[in-house]
């Protein structure tokens, strides 16, 4: 059993009760503190190391009262920029001791964490911010969805792209007719960018003296602590991360998941390089299959990684390359093309058909957001204002949709989605991946 194991009334006792969790409380953040505008919120952020130091300066704007990390030399520079903040190794204890000192969460922590966390302070009453991919398996991200919902939290996926106005160009451009019905979409990346399709190392190298093992490891499986795993490598490891789905998926599938309104997949299939239970493998290619929504076709979205590529579209000048990541959407009158991870810039192709297209371009139809900035989005709605573009009732079936491509790579066989139930109907040994057992002691 953990050392670091906190009872408090808002937890259940073992993962076996986790499906507990929405529903049992509903007068968490009954007395959440009103903040104006023209009033600071008061910010606990977890994880401020890497990643996470960027997250805490773009809420910096507010009070940031309190910073936790589980490496205190990996946090240093962030503790640096703000002494005044109470300093945490444990998340819990953050909260548990500085419950009615916070408005607002950060959660910029390896994949496996986000969920515990980013409960613990929903079912505080706390707004969060979480980093994506929103959760590690799909019922993670049901359960954040569906507590954020009851508690009436305002949420924020960090999908930065979805604030962008180039993903509301694409949406405008797809929804005006401009390249007829989308039947097929490509997405590929150049991730991973670290060690994949490896085995567990066998070396057990000293702990830092800086760094809680135990608490990085959290909900996730005892094991004993390696450099293979952290700072950064953690995404390729199936008890920690979700491979290169998990890093780049949420941001580059995100502009045509919106403008295709997609949801959930009926099946999903892969073929990808070996796969092993410990790593992701270097490549994969999956193909998610989507019925008909309305007036829309069925969409088929093929998911490209590892250095593979989708084939070159028709549409494309002799003399341009595919980049290292983008999408492209293929209509029945024409294809656009991104190029950059976050739909900054997406265009009609060739680009003869932009430059006669831009004159006569669609109106615009969606709210920008100032400087595209998700951040700031996120903060305004925790004072009242609009709900952010990102929050879980979007990001959650996103993340859903998303990691349930790991299930097709980890079995090897196509599966078929019952999304209302989270249930792989042809595949029973997938439906061991929808969820994931906790460590004793951890259970949320």
Same mark, same amino acid.
């Given at each position: 059993?953990?050392?670091?194991?906190?009872s408090r009334?808002?937890?259940?006792?073992?993962?076996?009760?986790?499906?507990?969790l929405?529903?049992?409380? #509903?007068?968490?953040?009954a007395?959440?503190? !009103?903040?104006?505008?023209?009033e600071?919120l008061? =910010?606990?952020? +977890?994880g *401020?190391g890497?990643q996470?130091?960027?997250d805490?300066r773009?809420?910096?704007?507010?009070?940031?009262?309190?910073l936790?990390d589980?490496d205190?030399?990996?946090?240093a520079?962030?503790?640096?920029r703000?002494?005044? #903040?109470r300093?945490?190794?444990?998340?819990r !204890?953050?909260l548990d001791?500085?419950?009615?000192? =916070?408005?607002? +969460?950060? *959660?910029t922590?390896?994949?496996?964490t986000h969920?515990?966390?980013a409960?613990?302070a929903?079912?505080?009453g706390?707004?969060?911010?979480?980093?994506?991919?929103?959760?590690?398996t799909?019922w993670?991200?049901r359960?954040?969805?569906?507590?954020?919902?009851?508690h009436?939290?305002?949420?924020?996926?960090?999908?930065q792209g979805?604030?962008n106005?180039?993903?509301?160009?694409l949406?405008?451009?797809?929804?005006?007719?401009?390249i007829?019905p989308?039947?097929e979409?490509?997405?590929w990346?150049?991730r991973p960018?670290?060690?994949?399709?490896?085995?567990?190392?066998?070396?057990?190298?000293?702990?830092?003296?800086?760094?809680?093992?135990?608490?990085?490891?959290?909900?996730a499986?005892?094991?004993p602590?390696?450099?293979?795993?952290?700072?950064?490598?953690?995404?390729?490891w199936w008890?920690?991360?979700?491979?290169?789905?998990?890093?780049?998926?949420c941001?580059?599938?995100?502009?045509?998941?919106w403008?295709l309104?997609?949801?959930a997949?009926?099946?999903?299939?892969a073929v990808s390089s070996?796969?092993n239970?410990e790593t992701?493998?270097n490549w994969?290619?999956?193909?998610?299959?989507?019925p008909?929504r309305?007036n829309?076709?069925?969409v088929?979205l093929?998911?490209?990684d590892?250095g593979k590529?989708p084939p070159?579209?028709?549409d494309?000048?002799e003399d341009?390359e595919?980049?290292e990541?983008?999408?492209?959407?293929l209509?029945?009158?024409?294809?656009?093309?991104?190029?950059?991870?976050?739909?900054?810039?997406p265009?009609?192709?060739?680009?003869s058909?932009m430059?006669?297209?831009?004159?006569?371009?669609?109106a615009?139809?969606i709210?920008?957001?100032p400087?595209?900035?998700?951040?700031?989005?996120?903060i305004?709605?925790?004072k009242?204002g609009?709900?952010?573009g990102?929050?879980?009732?979007?990001?959650?079936?996103?993340?859903?949709?998303?990691?349930?491509?790991n299930l097709?790579?980890?079995?090897?066989q196509?599966i078929?989605?019952?999304?209302?139930?989270?249930?792989?109907?042809?595949v029973p040994?997938?439906?061991?991946y929808?969820r994931?057992?906790y460590r004793k002691?951890?259970g949320v």
């Open positions: 059993m953990s050392k670091h194991r906190i009334r808002t937890f259940v006792k073992d993962a076996g009760a986790a499906a507990l929405v529903g049992t409380s #509903a007068c968490a953040g007395g959440r503190r !009103r903040v104006p505008a023209t600071k008061n =910010i606990a952020c +977890v *401020v890497g996470g130091a960027g805490v773009s809420v910096s704007s507010e009070n940031i009262v309190a936790c589980v205190w030399k990996n946090a520079g962030t503790f640096e703000f002494p005044k #903040a300093k945490f190794k444990d998340y !204890r953050m001791k500085m419950d009615n000192q =916070i408005d607002a +969460v950060t *959660v922590t390896p994949d496996h969920f515990p966390a409960m613990w929903i079912r505080m706390k707004h969060v911010f979480v980093q994506k991919p929103l959760t590690r799909v993670e991200a359960q954040l969805t569906l507590a954020a919902r009851e009436k939290v305002v949420t924020q996926m960090g999908n979805h604030a106005e180039g993903t509301r160009f949406n405008e451009w797809v929804n005006a007719g401009v007829g989308v039947r979409v490509h997405i990346t150049n960018i670290w060690p994949q399709g490896i085995d567990r190392p066998k070396e057990r190298p000293p702990v830092p003296d800086t760094l809680e093992w135990d608490l990085w490891l959290g909900t499986p005892e094991r602590y390696h450099p293979s795993y952290l700072p950064f490598n953690w995404r390729g008890d920690f991360g979700c491979g290169a789905l998990g890093d780049m998926a941001h580059i599938m995100d502009a045509s998941y403008a309104g997609l949801g997949p009926t099946s999903v299939e070996p796969v239970d992701a493998p994969s290619i999956i193909t998610y299959r989507f008909a309305g829309k076709p069925p088929k093929v998911w490209f590892g590529k070159r579209p028709k494309l000048e341009r595919l980049s990541g983008g999408q492209l959407i209509g029945d009158d024409g294809t656009i093309m991104d190029t950059n991870d976050y739909c900054n810039g265009r009609l192709i060739p680009e058909r430059r006669d297209f831009m004159p006569n371009r669609p615009e139809t709210p920008r957001i400087g595209g900035d998700h951040h700031q989005e996120w305004r709605a925790c009242g609009k709900p952010a990102s929050n879980f009732d979007y990001s959650g079936p996103f993340t859903e949709m998303v990691v349930l491509g097709a790579v980890r079995t090897g196509k078929e989605w019952d999304a209302v139930n989270m249930k792989v109907t042809n040994e997938a439906n061991r929808v994931s057992e002691g951890w």
